[in-house]
């Protein structure tokens, strides 16, 4: 085939005339291209690395405190401790030039002493986390202790502008709780739940775990604790997710929706190229560091550690137990389209591909439409979605060589992956059922057309629009990593949370907000320099018997799994967040609680709920759960459906529920939550081989209802005052289990929030749009409930005027 041939960039053979040399210069000069490029970055990570082992002190201070050593010295002043004499007495001379680097030793000693004193006081101070628990509300004042805390951490943390990894060292370590308030937490937690005879069930096992084996496994994780940087995400990654051995798609990947009120373009070819440049420059920023860290309120950063992993990375699996792999450079995508792949080059001569150049080398994709896929080739993809074992035992025999292995190598090295769909992602508010079937070519698409072990797939619509699929293991993205609300501050809510996959999206949609990228036709501005290299078709042996059957199996169950999905996204567009704070009500709060009224009325019972909050204050801290069915939720849940209840005790049991839901998640964001604890210690268990009755019990409880929500606003080009179509719909992702819903929402502006609400068809007691229509009734009764509140306080503020009048009189 011609493409085999052009594929050797090198041979040569012996003949009986001598050498006879064979090469290819183009290729040969990528492969030049890339070592260079690959050698840059070393250079710059290298020198990145140093910059953030010496952060919060800038590293051209060196210089100056080297200067300074030099003067004291020559001008017969002591430095510190005398360390240039101390210095010069192990040198092999006292010369001018020994005297020059004994200075210099001197100094360096001075200077990183300076380094690791800033760096473990800002530790310190981050260690503090009185701040989270201080009201913000309306009149409240913040106590000297956080006042004069916040003050050192500005100093510290923001005189010398940091890269992206620049805080890693200085991030303290995720606290581990003791048993004893865990076991509080847990059974408050699950009081709602349970009848009085099985919380005296529960309260009993609980007490002979503590009061028994927890002591040795406690112990243990106390060690891991102070051993490892955090003692709970490598247990996590590990075993919730690379030794699941179900299928990924709908079970564990999660998607995301393009901005819907913009609709930049409708040509395809211009919208990915736009999209696949735009997230080329984000990997750069990422690779250079230039990416600013997210700081909570401006002073305390996150862990920017999942940054890592963003592309260039694939989820491979194994029979029993995945892993990541993470590949350091990529010169490559991967366009699927129509079945067939390609390998598309997205550099030149050192810089990223144009948009106008990539329209080119995509145009010339669409224009291979007639191609057909080679025999397995357009169901391979099905391996992906199914079951993991099943998928590892076939690449372990199909693809461990030739063609088959270069080729997987191609797609799963790939920067990430690019999907053509032949369908249009369609959005239009008097048609609902639209906006239902883009969420599910995201999620799931035809069970194929998806590369579901890539880190993400970027899916481009037939009519522009677009969206992403993204594998859930490498980081906490847009769907399951969540927001900690802090209680209203002005015109502003202060957020502690960044899921990497929502800020990647939502700096894509900004610089298309921002930057005029199409021209009136709809394709790329510019022009290109040169002609980008044609893509190459990736070629497959996939013809004998068995290997056709494994890819029709997988096919067989995507197709049962994708088409058992009911999939709602409910556009609330009554009120917002704008009316939340009028109730001077956390936004997350306020939702979840109508979210368990909505469940109350649909199930008729309280059920487990899930929400994740974050714990990235702390180093390599990735998610906590929250649990928001409370005593206090669940008092006043019964309380909105008794009609004897007043509607000031209502209002006032809401606010209680409210404030116990906050507390809950700033626990969880402080390292005191519950679910991760218990987790480690049931891991602790198994190694050690220990039943523990208690442990099975509460690792085995169903989350019927699994719930986050994405946020918005993370990057300062997003200005939602000048742009205000500039919102994307969020994401969403599969119900976590079979008789229960997953639901993910986003407060996209002050009138309006999504939810996307899944579940499973073959459940007779579930239905997304019956619980979609629970969501709206129970806003809205939330709605009415706070005006009935406020017009009750204004009919008694009269009647208080008229006593008060009275009393003067008298």
């Not at 069930?201 to 503590?210: G, Y």
């Amino acid at each position: 085939m011609a493409e085999a041939h052009s594929a050797v960039a090198f041979s040569f053979s012996i003949t009986h005339e001598g050498w006879d040399i064979n090469y290819d210069r183009e290729v040969l000069d990528l492969v030049w291209q890339s070592g260079v490029r690959s050698w840059k970055k070393r250079l710059a990570r290298f020198r990145t690395g140093v910059r953030n082992g010496v952060y919060p002190a800038h590293l051209q201070s060196l210089w100056l405190v080297i200067a300074i050593a030099v003067g004291l010295h020559f001008t017969k002043r002591h430095v510190p401790f005398d360390l240039v004499n101390k210095w010069l007495s192990v040198l092999p001379g006292d010369t001018l030039q020994w005297q020059l680097t004994a200075c210099s030793l001197a100094g360096l000693v001075v200077w990183l002493s300076i380094c690791y004193t800033m760096r473990y006081s800002l530790k310190l101070l981050l260690m503090y986390k009185g701040w989270m628990y201080e009201k913000r509300a309306p009149g409240s004042r913040v106590s000297l202790q956080t006042r004069l805390w916040g003050l050192f951490v500005k100093i510290l943390a923001t005189w010398n502008k940091p890269g992206l990894y620049s805080f890693q060292g200085s991030l303290p370590r995720l606290p581990l709780p003791s048993v004893q308030d865990t076991m509080s937490r847990y059974l408050r937690s699950v009081r709602p739940l349970l009848d009085d005879s099985n919380y005296n069930r529960m309260e009993r096992l609980a007490k002979e775990f503590q009061l028994g084996i927890s002591t040795k496994l406690q112990r243990y994780l106390f060690l891991k604790s102070w051993w490892s940087t955090n003692y709970v995400s490598d247990w996590w990654e590990e075993y919730v997710y690379l030794r699941g051995r179900g299928a990924l798609m709908v079970n564990s990947n999660f998607y995301g929706i393009d901005a819907i009120f913009m609709h930049p373009t409708k040509v395809q070819s211009a919208r990915a190229a736009s999209v696949v440049n735009l997230l080329l420059q984000f990997r750069r920023t990422v690779e250079r560091q230039e990416l600013e860290p997210i700081l909570v309120q401006g002073l305390v950063p996150l862990c920017s550690w999942q940054y890592e992993r963003i592309f260039n990375t694939v989820r491979a699996p194994g029979v029993e137990s995945d892993k990541i792999i993470h590949y350091q450079d990529s010169n490559h995508i991967v366009v699927l389209y129509r079945g067939c792949y390609y390998k598309v080059i997205i550099y030149h001569n050192g810089r990223i591909l144009r948009p106008c150049e990539l329209q080119i080398q995509i145009d010339h994709i669409l224009q291979q439409g007639a191609e057909k896929p080679q025999p397995g080739e357009e169901l391979l993809a099905s391996l992906t979605a199914g079951d993991r074992t099943k998928w590892a035992q076939v690449r372990q025999t199909v693809f461990a060589k030739g063609v088959n292995r270069t080729s997987l190598h191609t797609v799963e090295s790939a920067a990430f992956v690019l999907s053509l769909d032949e369908k249009p992602f369609e959005f239009d508010l008097a048609h609902p059922e639209k906006l239902d079937q883009f969420g599910r070519y995201l999620l799931h698409g035809n069970g194929h057309d998806r590369w579901f072990d890539k880190s993400f797939t970027v899916c481009v619509g037939s009519n522009g629009r677009i969206g992403f699929n993204a594998e859930h293991t490498w980081a906490d993205a847009a769907v399951m990593s969540h927001i900690w609300e802090m209680l209203i501050m002005g015109e502003t809510e202060q957020r502690a949370d960044a899921p990497v996959m929502a800020h990647v999206w939502e700096n894509i949609v900004a610089e298309e907000a921002t930057n005029p990228r199409y021209d009136e036709n709809g394709n790329t501005v510019g022009i290109p320099e040169f002609e980008p290299p044609t893509p190459k078709r990736l070629t497959w042996d996939l013809n004998d018997r068995v290997t056709q059957d494994a890819i029709e199996e997988a096919h067989i169950a995507a197709q049962k799994l994708l088409n058992d999905v009911d999939l709602r996204i409910l556009v609330h567009d009554a009120y917002g967040k704008g009316l939340m704070k009028t109730c001077r009500l956390s936004p997350d709060a306020f939702i979840q609680m109508a979210l368990q009224l909505a469940y109350y009325r649909d199930a008729g019972k309280f059920s487990l709920t899930y929400e994740a909050s974050m714990t990235r204050l702390f180093r390599e801290g990735r998610t906590e759960t929250v649990r928001p069915c409370t005593i206090e939720s669940a008092a006043w849940v019964k309380a909105m459906l008794d009609t004897n209840v007043s509607v000031e005790e209502r209002v006032r049991l809401l606010n209680a529920a409210c404030e116990r839901h906050q507390l809950g998640y700033q626990d969880a964001m402080c390292g005191k939550g519950i679910d991760r604890h218990l987790f480690c210690l049931y891991v602790v268990s198994k190694y050690l081989e220990i039943d523990s009755p208690f442990l099975q019990e509460v690792l085995s409880e169903p989350w019927r209802l699994s719930t986050s929500q994405t946020p918005h606003g993370q990057t300062s080009k997003m200005d939602l005052k000048k742009h205000p179509n500039c919102i994307s719909a969020g994401g969403g992702f599969g119900p976590v289990a079979d008789d229960g819903y997953g639901v993910s929402y986003i407060v996209a502006g002050e009138d309006l929030i999504f939810f996307h609400i899944s579940s499973k068809k073959s459940c007779g007691t579930t239905s997304s749009e019956r619980f979609a229509q629970e969501i709206c009734r129970a806003l809205g009764d939330m709605k009415h409930l706070f005006e009935e509140y406020r017009s009750l306080q204004k009919q008694k503020q009269p009647t208080a005027a008229v006593k008060s009048d009275k009393a003067e009189v008298k």
